[in-house]
């Protein structure tokens, strides 16, 4: 009997043993964080203001964590169908949800979305926030707001607009717009702002209040004409072009910002190396030099900032929506 017990001890020290050596490699795993490339969804299409932005971070946030960034684009129905796609990843880090401020428009807009975005998806940083322009059709017989006002109150509902898509901010900034000037026209929703503004250059459609860095080109090339800003105060970019505040709109402002998160549950030490590379990328002297071109504005923050700004915006665009009455159900 005394035999048995201490081969019976020794076989339980040895199964313990075991099992310790089988928890040591998944320690190790999750300690090493990235050991694999990561995916970056972007809920638009490829060429687009927020697409544009994203590369660019991927690119310097590649080198900050020694791991390749790779960009999925995942276009359509206002960025939902991205950031669901996210927001139903497995929380481990290796899925990023490179959003913009439709993720605070959505849950007043659509009243069944297929993600809760505070309680399936968690904020790591703001990264940058882009003004929108009210750019024209180099058809359309304006030079200025004042002209274009007159212009759409003379014609009701035969002049169209694009957007980057239903309950975009693209298109509640020019529906907001119009509704001030008491004047009337046709939204076209396209998906994403690419496919919009080439339908704009080619006269398509006739106006669009959409992000500086997507127009830029086209404003280059003399395809559209830029006629104001959103800003609250003239661009360092564009000195010469006015706000549409000063232009006979006291008080109007819009912008599309964007942020980087991830699947809620995802763990504390990934967040806070995501949001340190974040915030260094951001302060890159060669990032925000590329930033500036676009008329980009670099931002950064703590995952709580974001999620205290998140919590505001979708608090001030529920009140927008309800004046505006738009409604994508």
Not at 298 to 319: F, I, N, V
Request: glycine share 8%.
């Amino acid at each position: 009997m005394n035999t048995r017990h201490p081969t019976s001890r020794s076989k339980r020290h040895l199964c313990l043993a075991a099992a310790a050596l089988c928890v040591l490699p998944l320690q190790a795993t999750a300690q090493a964080w990235p050991a694999r490339p990561i995916t970056m969804v972007v809920p638009f299409p490829p060429g687009g203001p927020t697409d544009i932005v994203a590369r660019l971070l991927a690119q310097q946030m590649s080198q900050e964590l020694g791991q390749s960034i790779v960009i999925d684009n995942k276009p359509g129905a206002n960025g939902n169908i991205g950031n669901a796609a996210v927001a139903k990843s497995p929380a481990d880090g290796y899925t990023l949800l490179y959003n913009t401020s439709s993720i605070a428009l959505s849950p007043a807009l659509y009243k069944k979305l297929s993600y809760d975005v505070n309680k399936e998806l968690a904020p790591v940083a703001l990264a940058a926030v882009v003004p929108l322009a009210l750019v024209v059709h180099t058809s359309v017989p304006v030079k200025n707001v004042q002209e274009f006002q007159a212009y759409v109150r003379a014609n009701p509902g035969k002049l169209s607009y694009g957007s980057a898509g239903n309950g975009n901010v693209t298109h509640l900034g020019a529906f907001q717009m119009l509704r001030a000037m008491g004047a009337e026209a046709t939204h076209i929703p396209y998906k994403g702002s690419a496919p919009a503004d080439l339908a704009l250059a080619g006269g398509q459609i006739e106006f669009m209040t959409d992000t500086i860095n997507s127009v830029i080109p086209f404003i280059k090339d003399k395809r559209m004409n830029l006629l104001a800003v959103t800003t609250p105060q003239r661009m360092a970019l564009y000195p010469d072009v006015p706000t549409l505040a000063e232009s006979g709109l006291p008080g109007f402002e819009a912008g599309a910002w964007q942020g980087l998160m991830v699947p809620a549950g995802t763990s504390p030490e990934i967040i806070a190396k995501l949001n340190a590379a974040v915030n260094k990328v951001l302060k890159n002297p060669q990032v925000m030099a590329k930033l500036a071109q676009q008329g980009t504005e670099p931002l950064g923050s703590t995952p709580q900032e974001y999620g205290a700004y998140l919590q505001k915006e979708l608090k001030r665009w529920k009140d927008v929506v309800a004046v505006t009455g738009v409604s994508l159900d």
